[in-house]
């Protein structure tokens, strides 16, 4: 029987008795022990992966607080680089506005001074042919009478040409422009020159009397002033006072007598007295017996020098 194990189970109905082998016990035995193993194992399992899923949750928060952190500079970064966007669109569509604005102003210069320049031309050199053209007119324009010689205007009482003399009361050719005024209103020079004669001209009628001499010929003269500023070989630049309007000499009453004339030749100042930068080439048509293209080549030439001068210093 040592080879044998007995098992009693005992209930209301009575006992019973298993008998069985050693090698069952064993067996059972194993069994048990095999299934408490596996039990442990599993359990030492499961506490391993809730050691390793701890980790990975970790990790996993920290891969997405850093994922939250790069997404947070991402949106700050782009909305930067937003608000940088607009700020150069609204700079670039300012500079935009300036430019169409200088583009219209520079076309409007152009079309003032009668400048049209090349369709493809660059603004660089739009601005530059403007800048020597307008210099090129206003030399003329200042070197040349040009405007009228008062400085408040108030009519004109007497043109250029035939007439009845309001003294002498005779048929007469008048060789000026007389221009209404009260006393003491102030006489402007027409343009740049030399005083070649101021002071009081008994024989000619005119009273205290101005002559000016201008550049390529001409000459401007102011009669009949009450006083004067300026004295002979005084230099006087265009718009600068050279007295006051008048009643000396032959006269019926406060005015300025004017004349234009070139090398001794009598010209009608009223085309002068228009002449500017917008009816700048009208004169040309209006007024004979000058020679304008020649004038004109002498200015140009000035001009280029100027700008040859200016490109030489732009150069050192």
Do not use: C
């Not at 109905?13 to 599993?42: D, N």
């Not at 399992?45 to 809730?50: R, S």
């Not at 506005?97 to 320049?117: A, H, S």
Request: aromatic letters at 10%; proline letters at 3%.
């Amino acid at each position: 029987m040592k080879n044998h194990f007995t098992i009693t189970i005992s209930d209301v109905h009575g006992s019973r008795h298993f008998s069985f082998k050693q090698f069952v016990r064993k067996f059972a035995v194993f069994v048990v022990f095999t299934i408490v193993l596996m039990f442990a194992a599993a359990a030492l399992t499961i506490w391993w992966l809730n050691q390793e899923i701890e980790v990975i949750e970790s990790k996993r928060q920290h891969a997405q607080a850093e994922y939250q952190s790069v997404l947070e500079k991402s949106r700050n970064a782009y909305q930067s680089l937003q608000k940088e966007k607009q700020m150069i669109q609204d700079q670039l569509d300012n500079k935009t506005k300036q430019v169409q604005f200088l583009d219209q102003t520079l076309q409007g210069l152009e079309d003032l001074i009668g400048v049209q320049p090349e369709e493809d031309a660059l603004v660089t050199d739009r601005v530059k042919l403007a800048q020597l053209t307008t210099l090129e007119k206003q030399l003329l324009l200042e070197d040349l009478p040009s405007g009228r010689p008062v400085k408040n205007f108030k009519g004109v009482s007497s043109s250029f040409g035939w007439r009845r003399h309001p003294v002498k009361g005779t048929r007469e050719y008048h060789r000026g422009i007389d221009y209404r005024g009260d006393a003491k209103d102030p006489v402007i020079a027409t343009a740049n020159g030399v005083v070649e004669y101021a002071g009081y001209h008994k024989k000619s009628g005119y009273g205290n009397l101005v002559i000016l001499s201008h550049d390529h010929g001409f000459k401007t003269l102011y009669g009949h002033m009450s006083r004067l500023k300026v004295k002979t070989g005084e230099v006087v630049r265009q718009g600068q006072e050279i007295g006051f309007i008048g009643s000396t000499g032959l006269s019926s009453g406060p005015h300025l007598h004017y004349e234009v004339s070139f090398v001794q030749r009598k010209l009608n100042p009223t085309a002068f007295v228009h002449w500017d930068l917008k009816n700048y080439n009208e004169i040309f048509n209006e007024v004979e017996g000058v020679p304008w293209g020649s004038l004109s080549q002498i200015i140009q030439g000035r001009v280029q020098r100027v700008e040859k001068q200016l490109s030489l210093r732009d150069v050192n």
